[in-house]
């Protein structure tokens, strides 16, 4: 089932070589994952500037290396709204990574992902983005644990 109601997401995973930044979510939707950085677009603002505030805001980095990678669109049993989320590929910022309210930064090597503390669906499209390709998914989750059904494909 569709609906109209739709809200854009940013999410950054910062790559250099063979290690992948991710963030321990600490607070709010995704408590106890592992994740890149990102969050809701503002009103008036691209969905190029969420994605390097909510960087800023959750690692202390800042980056004007923006690739988009991929498109997600994922919906919840029960639930009418949207979930469109933008990927992006992040290789070069300034400042160091550092914990905050909301993100507790660590480098993982790509052969270690740490894939059973992550969101079921990050399994099947992240080694898509770490590939270098682009892509475009819709999930559908019954709660926050269980992947009813998919659609993956390479762009």
Not at 86 to 93: A, E, L, M, Q
Not at 95 to 100: A, D, H, I, L, R
Not at 130 to 151: A, C, I
Request: include cysteine; aromatic fraction near 10%.
């Amino acid at each position: 089932m569709r609906s109209n109601a739709r809200k854009v997401l940013t999410l950054c995973i910062i790559q250099q070589g063979d290690r992948v930044l991710l963030g321990m979510k600490k607070r709010g939707f995704g408590k106890g994952r592992w994740n890149g950085f990102g969050g809701k677009v503002q009103e008036g603002e691209t969905i190029a500037e969420a994605a390097k505030r909510e960087l800023k805001e959750e690692a202390g980095i800042v980056t004007e290396d923006l690739q988009e990678r991929g498109i997600l669109e994922f919906t919840f049993q029960n639930n009418p709204e949207l979930l469109e989320v933008r990927v992006f590929y992040v290789s070069h910022f300034t400042g160091e990574p550092v914990e905050t309210e909301e993100m507790r930064p660590q480098w993982f090597s790509a052969g270690e992902i740490p894939f059973e503390h992550m969101w079921p669906d990050d399994k099947l499209w992240l080694p898509l983005f770490l590939e270098g390709k682009r892509f475009k998914g819709t999930f559908l989750f019954q709660g926050m644990d269980t992947l009813l059904s998919h659609e993956l494909q390479e762009l």
